[in-house]
């Protein structure tokens, strides 16, 4: 009953579930190309504070 009831809510315990119901809604496959995207953002981000950095 409890699942029933936190359905409609952003939060349980504090902790934002609409995240882990989304990720949930995925197949491993595309929940492994999500996280994949973001790594790669990332590796990108770093990569242009370190060019960045290096500039006279």
Do not use: F, K, N
Request: hydrophobic content about 40%; overall charge negative.
């Amino acid at each position: 009953m409890e699942a029933e009831e936190d359905q409609g809510r952003e939060y349980v315990d504090g902790v934002d579930v609409t995240m882990i119901r989304w990720m949930l809604s995925m197949t491993p496959l595309e929940r492994l190309e999500t996280l994949q995207r973001h790594v790669r953002s990332i590796l990108e981000v770093r990569a242009a504070l370190e060019s960045r950095s290096r500039l006279p």
